[in-house]
């Protein structure tokens, strides 16, 4: 049956991935006023606003640290390309690109006896696309760089991947995913105005503060044009800047200081950046009491929170990885697992000293029973973790 058929036939094979400068459109206008490309949101937001680099760091490291192990005979293989020399850091670069792009694709280097993996890359993923047939099957992708184009066929004549395509959910794309950046992307342009509209106000004296009005005595009188932008050249030399503020000042005959107060609107300026922030952590699955965002109480403690992250965020995302990973090497390793070894997760420790204080009390299992529900008995047998 041709799943892809109906919706994907006679299209263009070549097009590019949604998250690669096309912005989503309603009534045929673009939605919004941030960046739409994925360059231009990766920089806003990764490399120009904190709240969203700390949250990609939080989740891609944590997935970085976690052990992976392989199980079965061909298990120890499969865990050699990911967390040995050839590895570091793949892991990382992967949780982070599907967090960014919603895609990663993963290139299988060939060599040695029997042309079997000896290394595994991350591609940038906004350089990858993604070359269906007729029907709408992914057959190939094609990696640009600069004006260099690799053309790698997505499975060979012996059933053998050469690119491995991790991929989030999307509910309107067939062959790209839906990265966390995409629904972030206007709390991060909101976030980074705050910012800006903040530099802004401490390159003013931090607020306006107040007015000075000329108090002529006279009916009509107005300061000449030399004397105003006197008055305006000595204002902006003495009294403002960060360094000046709080200084006093001394004013001519004429001229009265009236004292203004923050309105409304500017004392819940503060109010609606930390809110983007929040916003910022939820798309991309960090709970905000990790990011030190004031006024969120959420978890009972910092402790629960760091819990959630590695429960609801990172070991989903470590088994949507690995899980692609092995499935793609089963062409060059039938026969072997790579699994996440919770154990060594110091966030997961009370849920596995419950778990053993539940089997240790249950007097009616054998000793074989019980390890075999930890785990043990059978990562024994198959030569898995020691």
Request: some cysteine; glycine content about 12%.
């Amino acid at each position: 049956m041709k799943w892809f058929g109906r919706k994907s036939a006679g299209r263009d094979v070549s097009r590019p991935a949604l998250a690669r400068g096309v912005g989503f459109a309603w009534g045929g206008e673009e939605a919004g006023y941030w960046p739409r490309s994925y360059e231009a949101r990766v920089r806003s937001a990764v490399m120009d606003n904190p709240v969203a680099l700390r949250a990609v760091r939080m989740v891609a490291e944590g997935a970085q640290s976690a052990a992976i192990y392989g199980e079965g005979p061909d298990g120890a293989a499969m865990a050699g390309l990911i967390g040995g020399a050839t590895g570091d850091g793949l892991i990382e670069a992967v949780a982070a690109q599907l967090l960014l792009h919603g895609n990663a694709f993963v290139r299988v280097a060939l060599g040695g006896a029997g042309e079997m993996p000896v290394a595994l890359y991350p591609l940038r993923p906004e350089r990858v696309t993604v070359i269906a047939d007729a029907a709408g099957w992914p057959m190939a992708y094609e990696y640009r760089v600069g004006q260099t184009i690799e053309r790698i066929a997505a499975v060979d004549e012996f059933g053998r991947v050469g690119v491995i395509h991790i991929r989030q959910f999307h509910p309107m794309d067939d062959h790209y995913g839906l990265g966390c950046l995409e629904a972030a992307a206007g709390s991060v342009a909101i976030h980074n105005a705050a910012q800006k509209w903040n530099k802004a106000l401490l390159d003013n004296a931090a607020r306006p503060s107040g007015a000075l009005v000329f108090d002529p005595g006279e009916p009509g009188a107005a300061l000449s044009p030399d004397q105003f932008e006197r008055l305006k050249a000595e204002i902006e030399a003495g009294f403002q800047g960060a360094a000046n503020a709080g200084r006093p000042m001394l004013l001519e005959g004429g001229l009265k200081w009236q004292a203004m107060s923050m309105s409304p609107a500017d004392m819940d300026f503060a109010g609606l950046k930390a809110g983007a922030a929040r916003d910022i952590a939820l798309a991309f699955g960090v709970p905000s009491m990790l990011m030190g965002l004031p006024g969120d109480a959420t978890y009972a403690n910092y402790r629960e929170a760091n819990r959630a992250l590695w429960r609801l965020t990172i070991l989903p995302l470590l088994s949507k990885i690995t899980g692609t990973i092995e499935r793609g090497l089963k062409g060059y390793w039938p026969e072997g697992r790579l699994l996440v070894d919770t154990d060594m997760i110091p966030a997961l420790s009370e849920d596995r000293e419950r778990l053993w204080a539940q089997v240790t009390a249950a007097d009616f299992l054998t000793d074989r029973e019980k390890r075999e529900m930890l785990g043990f008995a059978a990562q024994v047998a198959e030569g898995g973790r020691g």
